[in-house]
């Protein structure tokens, strides 16, 4: 008996010591662990003197909402902290992506930021797309909406086609939107406007916004009798034009 309480007391302080020593290597792990996320948060706040473009979204949804979710959901996320840009994006596939929101912090010469966010939403017959701008103060804890007139140039649909085969396949099937037809350039951008909206994409890099167009797929019944590779460059066959941000004006410019 005197013996089997000796074997007990020695492998109790074996645990003890065993569980003394877990302790010990747990805590420095957390403390480690610990140290990891402060330097971590460090290197974030440092590296940029704006708030993050997590901050600037949640400051847009806390003072002035957050967006209807639509039929579209994204299934992946990419967050650049460094360069301030956030993208929700729809992947399948390898090389198949399709954005559902960004978002990009623009920063101005009198300390305050531009925050821009474009979504993409259907209403089960086309895609919308929407971008909305935002101008968030020096305090960075103030946000307002800035109206897109106030930060975008005038466009026209009819820039992104010039040139290209879209405007001989709509001149092939439409009498009124060729050269010689009245009116045609008021044609023209009228029957653009059918099909195809403006669309801006935002800059992971850099401070360009992207203008392009965004196709739908309900045509005017003029177009009933496109071919199959006609329907293709409808689709795809449209240009893009670079803005340029003046971070003084807090405007985006073409280019020159």
């Not at 920063?107 to 966010?117: A, K, P, V």
Request: proline share 2%; aromatic share 12%; with cysteine.
């Amino acid at each position: 008996m005197r013996r089997m309480n000796e074997l007990f007391s020695v492998n109790m302080r074996r645990k003890i010591d065993s569980t003394e020593k877990f302790k010990t290597t747990a805590k420095s792990k957390s403390m480690y662990k610990n140290l990891y996320f402060f330097l971590l948060l460090f290197s974030i706040n440092t590296a940029t003197t704006a708030q993050t473009i997590l901050q600037a979204l949640q400051l847009k949804n806390d003072s002035i909402g957050e967006y209807f979710e639509s039929e579209l959901a994204a299934n992946d996320t990419l967050i650049d902290i460094r360069n301030g840009y956030y993208e929700e994006f729809m992947s399948w596939g390898a090389n198949n992506h399709s954005t559902i929101r960004q978002a990009a912090i623009f920063h101005n010469d009198d300390g305050t930021r531009t925050l821009g966010i474009s979504i993409t939403t259907w209403d089960f017959a086309c895609l919308d797309y929407k971008t909305t701008f935002y101008e968030i103060a020096r305090s960075k804890n103030q946000i307002t909406i800035i109206p897109n007139r106030e930060l975008l140039p005038i466009l026209r649909k009819s820039e992104f086609v010039m040139g290209t085969e879209i405007l001989t396949i709509l001149r092939k099937y439409i009498p009124g939107v060729r050269d010689n037809a009245p009116n045609a350039a008021a044609a023209l951008e009228t029957l653009l406007a059918q099909f195809y909206q403006i669309i801006y994409r935002q800059p992971r890099i850099g401070t360009a916004l992207i203008a392009t167009l965004g196709f739908c797929e309900y045509l005017p019944d003029s177009l009933g009798d496109i071919t199959e590779d006609e329907w293709t460059i409808l689709e795809n066959g449209f240009g893009t034009i670079e803005l340029r941000y003046d971070r003084t004006a807090k405007q985006f410019q073409k280019e020159k």
